[in-house]
């Protein structure tokens, strides 16, 4: 049986995810970037949540879970560094299962972001939540880990298949598509930035997005292609240094 993801705006441009196992009826939520946004959306759906599943240790992914379980009594799953701001009932790593009702998520060790950075991929639904580790068009910044770590936490996500949906934890797309723009000139990148202003502009959100989709059009994922003269985690961390650096 297959989830439902509830996708809900919160903060400045976080997005906040309820995913519901539709066999049971129970109900994750993926981070808590804002108790009250997050209790809202359980009491619009109407699910039963039992479990918080954290990607990693930042206020606007964690700062949330206190609330959040004291409002439901839910399980918090996630890595230990949550436990730097945050209470964390259950720590989990790299090639854990998760199970939200008969639904499984694979954890991915997806550091760079942060160090203990993980994402979780439901298999057989082939819907991947990743928090700040892959956006639509862009990647996180690595405040806490190296251009190599990052670029495997990448790589990772990037051998997912083509088809799996990826829910990442903000609404980046405008800014990384004008910088994409700056890096390379792609048919398929030109195309989609058009699509993603024209999105925006109207008010539209620009993710989930897909891995076919950004393998194609990422310049974090096409950094060996667009910097062939560097070892691939080299090419990386050149694009992830003028991203930053970047003023568009
Ligand atoms: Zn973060
Ligand atoms: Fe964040």
Not at 19 to 36: C, F, N, Q, R, S
Not at 80 to 103: F, H, M, N, Q, Y
Not at 132 to 148: I, K, V, Y
Not at 211 to 228: D, H, Q
């Amino acid at each position: 049986m297959p989830i439902t993801v509830h996708q809900f705006a919160c903060l400045d441009d976080n997005y906040g995810y309820l995913v519901k196992d539709d066999a049971t009826g129970l109900a994750a939520a993926i981070d808590t970037p804002d108790a009250e946004a997050v209790l809202r959306a359980v009491k619009e759906t109407g699910w039963k949540l039992a479990y918080i599943f954290n990607t990693h240790w930042h206020a606007d992914h964690a700062g949330g879970n206190a609330a959040v379980k004291a409002a439901t009594g839910c399980e918090i799953i996630g890595p230990p560094e949550v436990t730097r701001i945050a209470p964390l009932d259950r720590p989990v790593k790299e090639g854990d299962e998760v199970k939200l009702g008969e639904t499984l998520f694979r954890v991915i060790d997806t550091g760079g972001h942060t160090l203990g950075h993980i994402s979780y991929y439901d298999g057989a639904d082939h819907v991947a939540f990743v928090g700040d580790t892959l956006f639509a068009l862009g990647c996180g910044r690595m405040f806490e880990g190296t251009a190599e770590q990052m670029w495997g936490s990448l790589s990772k996500l990037a051998a997912l298949p083509d088809d799996t949906t990826v829910y990442c934890a903000h609404e980046y797309t405008a800014a990384n598509a004008r910088f994409a723009l700056s890096v390379d000139q792609a048919p398929a990148l030109k195309a989609r930035a058009d699509q993603v202003f024209a999105a925006r502009e109207r008010g539209e959100w620009t993710v989930p997005t897909t891995i076919g989709v950004e393998k194609a059009t990422n310049p974090f994922l096409r950094a060996p292609v667009l910097r062939p003269d560097l070892a691939p985690a080299q090419a990386f961390g050149a694009l992830r240094a003028a991203k930053d650096n970047f003023k568009g």
